[in-house]
C-alpha cells in the first residue's frame, strides 16, 4: 500500500500552487474550549510549510490531504516567522486585552516538532514569543516520533508559566485498523511511551480519533470510536478530539468513495459516539470537528435532510459548553434515524462496507436508500 499512496501523492502534488512564503496559509479568532473547560478565545494560525514528512516519504495516511496546504517551494525560518508575526499583530489588541483568556494553536498541515518542517530557529523564536505574551495555553500537532525528551526540554524552557498541548493523532486504538486502514506507521507501545514522557515534562496530550477509517463497516466505526475514545481517557489523554471522516482530494478514501466503495459516516453515528463516550467521562473534554458536515463528502445523514445542519450547531455547541444533554435530545429524535439502522442492518448482512449509493433493501424491491 505503501508504494501506491506515494504514487498517488507524487501525481496530486504537482498540482499544488505556489503561495506567499511570508504568508499564513490563513489565521482566524473565535470562541473555544479552554483546557480548565472555560470559554475562552482561540487564535488559529496555520503556518505555510513543506508538510508532513511522512505523506512525502511513506505515502502518508490515507484520509489526509492537508499535504495539498503545503508549500512546494522553499520555506525559510525567517518566512515561517514573519508569518507568526503577522498572525500575532494581526490580533495583538485581543491578547493584550485579556492574555489569560487567550489559547493561540499552531498548526502546520504536520509536526511543528519536525525540524525539517518548521526550523529549530523559527519554532524557538514562535515558542518564545509566546512566552512573552503570557497567555492561558498554546496547542501545537506533531507525529509522536518527534516528542522527545530534547523537544520537550525546548518547549518548556521557551513557554515559561503558558500551559502547554500537544495534538497527536492517534486515530484508534486499533492497531490493524491504525496500520491497514489508515497508514499511520504509529503502533500503541509508542503512544503509551510518549504519554509517559510528556506527563514527567507536564505537557497535556490530545488525541485525535477519526470516525471511520476505510474498510471497516458504520457498526464497525461506532465500536471503535467509543473504544478508543475511552481507552484514551482512561490512559491519561487531556481530552479527545472527534474527527469524522472527510473526503480529501487526493487521497485513497476519494478513490474509493468515488467507486462507491466508501461512505463518511452518518452523524446518528457520531453522535452516538459521543454520547457514549462523555456519558462514560463526564469530567473530561470531549469535542468533535465539524468541518465538512454536512456536505456528501463529510459526516452527513440523508442529504436533503433538515437534521445535518441542526446536527452540525448542536455539535459545534456542545464542543464548548460539554452539556450532554442537547446531544441526548437529538438522539431521541426520528427524523431519518430508521434510514442509518436499515443501513446498519444491510451493510451487516453485506458483509463488505457499503458506499454512499442507492441499494435495496433486503427483499423489499421498492424500498432503497437515498442518500
Not at 462507491?260 to 473534554?285: A, C, H, M
Not at 452540525?312 to 459548553?321: D, H
Amino acid at each position: 500500500m505503501m508504494e501506491f499512496l506515494k504514487e498517488l501523492r507524487r501525481r496530486y502534488l504537482k498540482k499544488r500552487k505556489d503561495r506567499d512564503p511570508n504568508f499564513p496559509v490563513t489565521t482566524w479568532m473565535g470562541d473555544d474550549i479552554l483546557s480548565n473547560g472555560k470559554i475562552g478565545k482561540c487564535i488559529t494560525v496555520i503556518l505555510n510549510t513543506p508538510g508532513c514528512r511522512w505523506a512525502y516519504e511513506y505515502g502518508g495516511c490515507t484520509m489526509c490531504g492537508y499535504l495539498m496546504d503545503g508549500s512546494p517551494g522553499e520555506i525559510t525560518a525567517e518566512n515561517i516567522i514573519n508569518q507568526f508575526n503577522y498572525a500575532i499583530e494581526k490580533y495583538y489588541k485581543e491578547i493584550e486585552n485579556d492574555p489569560k483568556n487567550i489559547c493561540i494553536k499552531i498548526f502546520t498541515s504536520g509536526s511543528f516538532l519536525n525540524e525539517r518542517e518548521v526550523p529549530k530557529e523559527a519554532r524557538r523564536y514562535i515558542l518564545s514569543k509566546i512566552g512573552e505574551l503570557d497567555i492561558k495555553e498554546v496547542v501545537i500537532e506533531s507525529r509522536i516520533e518527534y516528542i522527545r525528551e530534547d523537544t520537550l526540554e525546548e518547549v518548556k524552557e521557551c513557554l515559561g508559566s503558558v500551559n502547554m498541548e500537544i495534538g497527536v493523532g492517534v486515530e484508534t486504538f486499533n492497531e490493524e485498523i491504525r496500520k491497514h486502514s489508515i497508514n499511520k506507521g504509529v503502533c500503541n507501545r509508542d503512544i503509551l511511551d510518549t504519554l509517559e514522557l510528556a506527563k514527567e515534562y507536564s505537557i497535556d496530550l490530545k488525541a485525535y480519533l477519526l470516525i471511520k477509517p476505510l474498510f471497516i463497516t458504520e457498526r464497525d466505526a461506532i465500536e471503535d470510536g467509543i473504544y478508543s475514545g475511552n481507552k484514551c481517557l482512561e490512559l491519561g489523554f487531556s481530552r479527545i478530539s472527534y474527527c469524522p471522516a472527510t473526503v480529501h482530494k487526493g487521497t485513497l478514501m476519494e478513490i474509493l468513495w468515488k467507486k462507491g466503495q466508501y461512505r463518511p459516516p452518518f452523524l446518528w453515528s457520531v453522535l452516538e459516539i459521543i454520547y457514549e463516550v462523555k456519558r462514560k467521562n463526564p469530567d473530561t473534554i470531549v469535542i468533535c470537528d465539524t468541518s465538512g458536515i454536512p456536505s456528501n463528502r463529510g459526516a452527513h445523514n440523508l442529504l436533503k435532510c433538515k437534521c445535518n445542519e441542526y446536527i452540525k450547531r448542536i455539535l459545534e455547541n456542545f464542543t464548548l459548553r460539554q452539556d450532554l444533554s442537547d446531544i441526548k435530545r437529538v438522539l431521541e429524535m426520528d427524523c431519518c434515524k430508521d434510514h442509518w439502522e436499515r443501513f446498519l442492518e444491510f451493510e451487516e448482512r453485506n458483509i463488505v462496507p457499503l458506499g454512499d449509493i442507492n441499494i435495496k433493501y433486503s427483499n423489499k424491491n421498492k424500498q432503497k436508500f437515498l442518500n
